[in-house]
C-alpha cells in the first residue's frame, strides 16, 4: 500500500488522465475521485443517466482506480515518461472502456449500467 503522500502526488494527475476518458465517451460525466477525508487512493468517477435507448435501466456509477504497483511506476517515472504513459493511456482508452462495456455490462453510450449497484473497477495499466 502506498502512502497518502504518494497517492496525494498521483491525484494531481487525474484530470490530465480524465480528458482522453472524456472524448471516448463524451455522453458520460468524468470527475476526479478523491476519498473522503483525503485519505486513501484515487481515481476518477464516471456518472451518467440512462438516455432514450440505453441498454440497461440503471444509471452510471463507476469508480475507476489504478492499482498501486500502477501509480507507483507513475510516480517513480520522470516527465518524459510520464508523457509516454499518458499518451499510451490515451491510445489505449477506447480498448479500455469496450473491455469495461462487455465485463461489466455497461453501456457507455447510453449513460446506463445493468447493476443498480456502484461499480468500483481497478484498472491494471496505463
Known amino acids: 500500500m502506498l502512502g497518502q503522500g504518494q497517492y496525494?502526488?498521483?491525484?494531481?494527475q487525474l484530470d490530465q488522465l480524465i480528458a482522453p476518458l472524456c472524448a471516448a465517451a463524451p455522453h458520460v460525466?468524468?470527475?476526479?475521485?478523491?476519498?473522503?477525508?483525503g485519505?486513501?487512493?484515487?481515481?476518477?468517477?464516471?456518472?451518467?443517466?440512462?438516455?432514450?435507448?440505453?441498454k440497461y435501466q440503471f444509471a452510471l456509477s463507476i469508480l475507476?482506480?489504478?492499482?498501486?504497483?500502477?501509480?507507483?511506476?507513475?510516480l517513480e517515472a520522470d516527465d518524459a515518461e510520464r508523457e509516454i504513459t499518458?499518451?499510451?493511456f490515451a491510445s489505449k482508452v477506447q480498448g479500455i472502456l469496450d473491455d469495461i462495456e462487455v465485463r461489466y455490462?455497461?453501456?457507455w453510450s447510453g449513460g446506463s449500467q445493468e447493476s443498480p449497484?456502484?461499480?468500483?473497477?481497478?484498472?491494471?495499466?496505463f
Open 8 to 12: 496525494d502526488e498521483f491525484a494531481k
Open 29 to 37: 460525466l468524468f470527475r476526479p475521485y478523491l476519498p473522503p477525508f
Open 39 to 54: 485519505r486513501g487512493r484515487p481515481g476518477v468517477f464516471a456518472f451518467g443517466a440512462p438516455v432514450a435507448g440505453a
Open 64 to 74: 475507476l482506480r489504478w492499482r498501486d504497483s500502477v501509480i507507483l511506476n507513475v
Open 86 to 88: 499518458k499518451a499510451n
Open 105 to 107: 455490462r455497461v453501456d
Open 117 to 125: 449497484q456502484a461499480l468500483a473497477i481497478e484498472l491494471e495499466e
